[in-house]
């Protein structure tokens, strides 16, 4: 456990502070004592309960996160720093003084307000620390998970704008301008709406299954360019299931795996199949290639892709949705997704 | 050699992009013919091989076989009576090999291709070809930009693996490193030789090399790394080809003209 000691210096002088202000309020009552008694009892008193609770707190193994124990922990440690403190407290103020509390006449009255004092004192400033650590915990949690979502949200950008996919794309458009001006205007149309797709992806979470039908099928309008006769597709998407709302471009990663992983490597290419059914509550998607299949284990981000899906499923549908990914060696790879929707 | 027109062989799998770059050396280089356009490395080789073109244009990305790849086994399998082509390299974007390529002084092209790119890669290669023309060539040089281009696969500086953990049915065998004699890769496996033994392991070679001590394991050809303290003796073939024989066992290993290098009496 790493102790922050500005900290700590920071909590004595608050701790300091709230002494001086109530043995102040100590002397307001009886004013025939001398202010020298409140002052040394209030800052003993106060010192060792703080000692005890602030350095306690790191002995408690689930204050690791938020540095307070969680539950009964915290309860228990600020009711024994509070009797403990006062305990101390007491002692090395009597010895100041050179008298004993315990042993004086009006010992009954006095100590029931000094345990009061010291108790409520206790809980206050517990409450008061408690809430500013609890606060600083929590921004700093905050701080933590937002920029988990923005590294998430580059990585996406960065392997859906894949400089090797984006050049050799804008090379084919390159020739195409000479060559065949109309099909160059209608890959470019492609491409666009592909690049305006992804980028709105980071900000938009659903989209109709039309929707997402049409942006493969801009994808695989540009593969097809590129590859020539080495890629087929087939998307099919039943009339009726269109409107069904699913997370934004959540098979493109699925359907850029088939192509660098399964088909580009194949020397013949082959086909790919995009396929959406509903059964009842379930909605199932799937993609299927027939390349090269998964190997053992698939470098260049494969796992990426399939990952990032699994977490999208995961914060959209919780345990509702699955996915599945059924690879053989030379016989094509097929991941299946199915989601709950409405029947 | 055919000395009139120089030839060329373009190994690119996008049909387009293959198109477009014939096209562009169409204006950039009038003289030159492209005698065959391929789309995968394995048939970039055979075609080489067959058409003995004199400049080389591959793609690094291919299906099969890559650029890279491709070239190492033509520099192997290349006849050594002949020159070898001019080679470059064409890539869409791909950092590290470019690097690589300069680092190596190998010619290199980026898609899209400029024009005004394209004709320095032209001027390069045509003297390239008058130097070769004028007997000044070096294979040597070529086998070394390509050892290069393949990768410092060995690293010195990390601490050498000290175990194979070879599955054998359903227990993991441990084989000390110690007692390896060769590492040859065998499809989707690498094979683990030992005096007597046999192991089958996944991990690539590729993945195994920048593990094991350079000083000790030589790599002598793309698919075999072997334990220079292991080898007997080397001996060359009429068709000017390296064996290695190793001491404990009866195998004969073959060297690729790429590492043939490191064989040279003292």
Same mark, same amino acid.
Request: aromatic content about 8%; charged content about 20%; glycine content about 6%.
């Given at each position: 456990?790493?102790?922050?000691?500005?900290?700590?210096?920071?909590?004595?002088?608050?701790?300091?502070?709230?002494?001086?202000?109530?043995?102040?309020?100590?002397?307001?009552?009886?004013?025939?004592?001398?202010?020298?008694?409140?002052?040394?009892?209030?800052?003993?008193?106060?010192?060792?309960?703080?000692?005890?609770?602030?350095?306690g707190?790191?002995?408690?193994?689930?204050?690791?996160a938020?540095?307070?124990?969680?539950?009964?922990?915290?309860?228990?440690?600020?009711?024994?720093?509070?009797?403990?403190?006062?305990?101390?407290?007491?002692?090395?103020?009597?010895?100041?003084f050179?008298?004993?509390?315990?042993?004086?006449?009006?010992?009954?009255t006095?100590?029931?307000?000094?345990?009061?004092?010291?108790?409520?004192?206790?809980i206050?400033?517990?409450?008061?620390?408690?809430?500013?650590?609890?606060?600083?915990?929590?921004?700093?949690?905050?701080?933590?998970?937002?920029?988990?979502a923005?590294?998430?949200?580059?990585?996406?950008?960065?392997?859906?704008?894949?400089?090797?996919?984006?050049?050799?794309?804008?090379?084919?458009?390159?020739?195409?301008?000479g060559?065949?001006?109309?099909? /160059?205007?209608?890959?470019?149309?492609?491409?666009? *709406?592909?690049l =305006? %797709?992804? @980028? #709105? !992806?980071?900000?938009?979470?659903t989209?109709?299954?039309?929707?997402?039908?049409?942006?493969?099928?801009?994808?695989?309008?540009?593969?097809?360019?590129?590859?020539?006769?080495?890629?087929?597709?087939?998307?099919?998407?039943?009339?009726?299931?269109?409107?069904?709302?699913?997370?934004?471009?959540?098979?493109?990663?699925?359907?850029?795996?088939?192509?660098?992983?399964?088909l580009?490597?194949?020397?013949?290419?082959?086909?790919?199949?995009?396929?959406?059914?509903?059964?009842?509550?379930v909605?199932?998607?799937?993609?299927?290639?027939?390349?090269?299949?998964?190997?053992?284990? /698939?470098?260049?981000?494969?796992?990426?892709?399939? *990952?990032?899906? =699994? %977490?999208? @499923? #995961? !914060?959209?549908?919780?345990?509702?949705?699955?996915?599945?990914?059924?690879?053989?060696?030379?016989?094509?790879?097929?991941?299946?997704?199915?989601?709950?929707?409405?029947? | 050699?055919?000395?009139?027109?120089?030839?060329?062989?373009?190994?690119?799998?996008e049909?387009?992009?293959?198109?477009?770059?014939?096209?562009?050396?169409?204006?950039?280089?009038?003289?030159?013919?492209?005698?065959g356009?391929?789309?995968?490395?394995?048939?970039?080789?055979a075609?080489?091989?067959?058409?003995?073109?004199?400049?080389?244009?591959f793609?690094?990305r291919?299906?099969g076989?890559?650029?890279?790849?491709?070239?190492?086994?033509?520099?192997?399998?290349?006849?050594?009576?002949?020159?070898?082509?001019?080679?470059?390299?064409?890539?869409?974007?791909?950092?590290?090999?470019?690097?690589?390529?300069?680092?190596q002084?190998v010619?290199?092209?980026?898609?899209?291709?400029?024009?005004?790119r394209?004709?320095?890669?032209?001027?390069?290669?045509?003297?390239?070809?008058?130097?070769?023309?004028?007997?000044t060539?070096?294979?040597e040089a070529?086998?070394?930009?390509?050892?290069?281009?393949?990768g410092?696969a060995?690293?010195?500086n990390?601490?050498?693996?000290?175990?194979?953990?070879?599955?054998?049915?359903?227990?993991?065998?441990?084989?000390?490193?110690?007692?390896?004699?060769?590492?040859?890769a065998?499809?989707?496996?690498?094979?683990?030789?030992?005096?007597?033994?046999?192991?089958?392991?996944?991990?690539?070679?590729?993945?195994l090399?920048?593990?094991?001590?350079?000083?000790?394991?030589?790599?002598?050809?793309?698919?075999?790394?072997?334990?220079?303290?292991?080898?007997?003796?080397?001996?060359?073939?009429?068709?000017?080809?390296?064996?290695?024989?190793?001491?404990?066992?009866?195998?004969?290993?073959?060297?690729?003209?790429?590492y043939?290098?490191?064989?040279?009496?003292?």
């Open positions: 456990m790493k102790i922050d000691w500005i900290a700590k210096l920071r909590h004595l002088l608050q701790v300091l502070a709230f002494c001086l202000a109530i043995s102040a309020i100590q002397y307001a009552f009886t004013p025939e004592r001398p202010y020298e008694i409140p002052l040394v009892y209030s800052l003993f008193i106060g010192v060792a309960t703080w000692v005890l609770i602030d350095f707190r790191h002995l408690f193994a689930s204050s690791a938020s540095g307070w124990p969680q539950g009964l922990g915290g309860f228990v440690l600020t009711l024994a720093g509070s009797v403990g403190g006062h305990l101390l407290g007491t002692l090395a103020s009597d010895s100041w050179g008298w004993s509390t315990w042993e004086s006449g009006n010992t009954r006095h100590l029931r307000n000094s345990i009061l004092i010291t108790a409520l004192a206790g206050a400033a517990s409450y008061y620390f408690y809430s500013v650590g609890k606060r600083a915990y929590l921004e700093r949690q905050m701080a933590e998970a937002s920029q988990h923005n590294e998430a949200r580059l990585k996406l950008l960065e392997t859906q704008l894949e400089p090797h996919m984006l050049f050799n794309t804008l090379a084919n458009l390159r020739a195409l301008i060559s065949d001006p109309a099909r /160059a205007t209608d890959m470019l149309d492609r491409l666009i *709406a592909y =305006r %797709a992804t @980028l #709105a !992806a980071s900000r938009q979470t989209h109709p299954l039309s929707e997402e039908f049409a942006r493969l099928r801009d994808y695989l309008e540009l593969m097809a360019v590129r590859m020539g006769p080495r890629l087929r597709y087939t998307l099919d998407l039943p009339a009726d299931l269109g409107k069904l709302p699913v997370p934004t471009l959540l098979l493109q990663p699925l359907v850029e795996n088939s192509i660098k992983h399964g580009e490597p194949k020397v013949d290419g082959g086909s790919l199949t995009v396929r959406a059914r509903r059964k009842g509550a909605l199932t998607l799937e993609v299927s290639d027939t390349g090269v299949g998964l190997r053992p284990a /698939a470098p260049g981000g494969a796992g990426f892709g399939l *990952a990032q899906v =699994r %977490a999208r @499923l #995961a !914060a959209a549908y919780d345990k509702q949705a699955a996915i599945e990914l059924i690879a053989e060696p030379g016989s094509g790879t097929t991941a299946s997704i199915s989601l709950p929707c409405a029947p | 050699m055919n000395t009139a027109a120089p030839t060329a062989l373009i190994a690119e799998d049909p387009l992009l293959a198109q477009a770059l014939q096209a562009e050396l169409a204006r950039a280089w009038p003289a030159l013919t492209v005698v356009i391929v789309g995968d490395g394995e048939t970039a080789v075609q080489t091989l067959q058409l003995q073109p004199d400049v080389l244009f793609d690094i291919m299906p076989q890559d650029g890279l790849d491709a070239a190492a086994t033509l520099a192997d399998a290349w006849p050594a009576h002949l020159p070898f082509p001019a080679l470059v390299f064409v890539t869409a974007y791909d950092q590290y090999a470019v690097q690589a390529f300069e680092a002084a010619d290199y092209l980026l898609k899209p291709v400029q024009p005004a394209l004709q320095k890669t032209v001027a390069k290669v045509q003297s390239a070809l008058a130097n070769r023309a004028q007997g060539v070096n294979f070529t086998l070394a930009q390509l050892r290069g281009l393949l410092p060995m690293a010195t990390t601490a050498p693996l000290k175990l194979i953990q070879a599955s054998a049915g359903t227990s993991i065998r441990m084989v000390p490193v110690d007692e390896v004699s060769y590492f040859e065998a499809d989707k496996y690498v094979r683990v030789m030992t005096p007597g033994h046999e192991y089958l392991i996944r991990t690539p070679l590729k993945e090399l920048p593990q094991l001590d350079a000083q000790v394991f030589w790599q002598v050809h793309r698919g075999t790394v072997v334990r220079a303290s292991a080898i007997e003796q080397v001996t060359r073939d009429e068709a000017g080809k390296l064996w290695l024989q190793l001491r404990a066992s009866p195998d004969k290993l073959a060297v690729s003209r790429l043939a290098h490191l064989f040279k009496a003292m």
